[in-house]
């Protein structure tokens, strides 16, 4: 009866949609320029459909970057297929949110300072290129811990050692209850969801696979994702965690992305004839694109100072610019379970160096323009690298032309200056705001003074 009826939801049936379902409140997200989910509530009762039609007036200034005080009004229109009820709410507090598309106040325009609006314009860029479809599957990993103090314990609370997580059952896995029910609630959400799993850190790092699906609904997905982990989380009594690095001597967290160009049913980065990994020239492209402008990509998809923390040889998140099959030291790798005309659709690229606190309309956007650049520039990606790079000496990687990714959020932001692809690609209104809200950060950051520094210096 849901899919069914959403589906065919329009402005016009939603209202008895709703009615019919007994929800009470609805829900309109807005997403801001760091990614947060942004709502306001109405209960039901007091909306009908002209009102999903015009859409509903906010203040735009109390949204971070948005707008001024003196342009203040802006109007949300809900996306009417993005609608959902959400499971775990009952009775008098049953609700349903909408996803929405952000306009100007009054003209009417599409705001082009909404996120959702870059990841939107990525598409028609990719459209206009002839590729129909851009496919994207992030893995978010993300921490979930029984209280924020956990994280600065040494000990291991259920028996884990570092690095020793990976596929863990009960009841060593103590996330797995929470799992489950976090599954079930994607599945509820009608999220299309694969495998679930313990992830390699101790502590309750864990990961739920969706997949692949188009630029813009990936996004959406992937902000359905972490309020669904959150709420379950907090319901078993548990917080669950993006940060990219909550654990000093342990793996962080990061959100790898599999990615792929279509042309109406095809596959355009598969090649049956390509013997090193069935991947077609398009696809070598795609990637020297990536590589490319790697650098300026880091601020956009690791944009905290705590992404810099993850990045860091040792813990199996990527640091070097290069390319290779299987090869998880790689910052761009091609996934070889399979191989056949009977997996083509699995043709993929996978880019490792997002991590789960970035802004999925503006890193999707980012990277599939980026990959774009490469395609109609023929960006040659260089000769994979199908070795272990972290054992690389210095000597070698300068020898094979193997570049470092930045080393800090003000490196990356640094890098993002100077390079205009991906400036393009996220748009300069939301460029503009991005770089002062970041260049905000580093400074404050780097005003605090750190209990390791006391450690190192107080007494030197």
């Known amino acids: 009866m849901f899919g069914k009826w959403c589906k065919a939801l329009t402005s016009e049936n939603v209202v008895e949609y709703l009615q019919r379902e007994q929800v009470k409140w609805i829900n309109f997200w807005i997403t801001d320029i760091n990614g947060r989910i942004r709502s306001f509530s ?34 949300a229109k809900p996306d009417i297929k993005t609608m959902k009820i959400i499971p775990w709410t009952k009775g008098d507090h049953k609700s349903a949110f909408f996803i929405t598309d952000v306009y100007e106040g009054y003209s009417g325009e599409r705001f082009k300072g909404d996120p959702r609006y870059v990841a939107q314009r990525a598409e028609k860029i990719l459209d206009e290129a002839g590729f129909t479809a851009a496919y994207m599957a992030p893995e978010i990993e993300f921490f979930v811990f029984k209280m924020a103090e956990e994280v600065t314990v040494t000990n291991f609370r259920h028996g884990i ?21 976090f599954a079930n609630a994607l599945m509820k959400l009608g ?45 078993h009594g548990l917080v669950a965690t993006f940060m990219p690095k909550p654990i000093v001597e342990d793996n962080g967290s990061g959100m790898h992305v599999h990615q792929s160009l279509w042309k109406g049913d095809v596959n355009v980065f598969y090649d049956p004839d390509d013997e090193y990994a069935e991947l077609s020239q398009v696809g070598r492209y795609y990637i020297g694109g990536i590589l490319e402008h790697a650098e300026a990509l880091a601020a956009i998809v690791a944009p905290t100072v705590n992404s810099y923390k993850r990045l860091v040889p040792g813990f199996e998140a990527p640091v070097y610019v290069c390319w290779g099959r299987k090869n998880r030291s790689a910052l761009v790798r091609v996934p ?9 659709s699995r043709k993929r690229v996978e880019v490792r160096f997002p991590d789960p606190l970035c802004n999925p309309y503006l890193a999707f956007a980012a990277m ?42 003000k490196d990356a932001l640094d890098a993002l200056e100077s390079d205009e692809v991906v400036q393009n690609a996220i748009g300069k209104e939301v460029l503009d705001q991005f770089l002062e809200v970041k260049r905000k950060e580093w400074i404050e950051y780097s005003m605090q003074v750190t209990p390791w520094e006391y450690t190192q210096y107080f007494n030197f």
């Open 42 to 75: 109405y209960p039901l009762a007091n909306l009908d459909e002209k009102d999903f039609e015009t859409g509903m007036g906010f203040d735009g200034s109390s949204i971070p970057s948005f707008k001024s005080v003196e342009e203040s009004d802006m109007v």
């Open 191 to 235: 999220i299309k969801i694969g495998k679930t799993h313990h992830e390699v850190a101790t502590l309750g790092q864990v990961e739920i696979i969706m997949i692949a699906d188009k630029l813009t609904n990936m996004a959406d997905k992937v902000q359905i994702y972490k309020f669904t982990a959150r709420n379950i989380a907090d319901q």
């Open 161 to 181: 050692k570092f690095k020793d997580g990976y596929f863990q059952i009960p009841p060593l896995d103590e996330t797995h209850e929470f799992r489950m029910d």
């Open 368 to 409: 599939a323009l980026a990959g774009l650049d490469g395609i109609k520039k023929k960006i040659d990606p260089g000769d994979p690298v199908d070795e272990d790079v972290y054992e690389f000496s210095r000597k070698k990687m300068r020898e094979l032309g193997i570049r470092e990714l930045p080393g800090s959020l």
């Open 336 to 344: 070889l379970y399979l191989r056949g005309e009977a997996v083509k």
